[in-house]
């Protein structure tokens, strides 16, 4: 089983940008599937993106595409999330979480991280 922790928010202004870390601990990283995903205040968690294990697959939603990019490093057991212009919008918590599978959808995700925040004003 792989635990998953998220580091790298913090409150930036619009048209700037901030990288993202999901570290892991635990046993065979590169073998699973982590998606990105966020939740603003009230609102519900919403896919942001995907990379397959061994990261030969990648996934954005729309409103991310051509501003974030999704990598990761197996060897140092992280994902990053590259976030740049960003847009007030973007304002949430962002989390990373593990899959068995590609999905969009946060209820096939399991070991979720416990959140960094991004602020990011206009």
């Known amino acids: 089983q792989v635990q998953l922790a998220e580091s790298g928010g913090g409150m930036v202004q619009a048209g700037g940008s901030l990288r993202l870390s999901c570290g892991a601990s635990?046993?065979?990283?590169?073998?699973?599937?982590i998606g990105w995903f966020r939740q603003a205040p009230g609102k519900e968690r919403d896919y942001v993106a995907f990379?397959?294990?061994?990261?030969?697959?990648?996934d954005y939603a729309d409103f991310v595409k051509g501003r974030f990019t999704i990598s990761r490093d197996d060897a140092e057991k992280t994902v990053f999330l590259q976030m740049n212009s960003l847009k007030p919008e973007d304002t949430a918590v962002y989390f990373c979480?593990?899959?068995?599978?590609?999905?969009?959808?946060?209820?096939?995700?399991?070991?979720w991280g416990q959140g960094t925040q991004v602020t990011v004003s206009s």
């Open positions: 979480a593990a899959a068995a599978h590609y999905s969009r959808r946060a209820n096939e995700y399991l070991n």
């Open positions: 990379i397959s294990a061994y990261g030969g697959g990648k």
């Open positions: 635990g046993r065979s990283f590169s073998n699973y599937h």
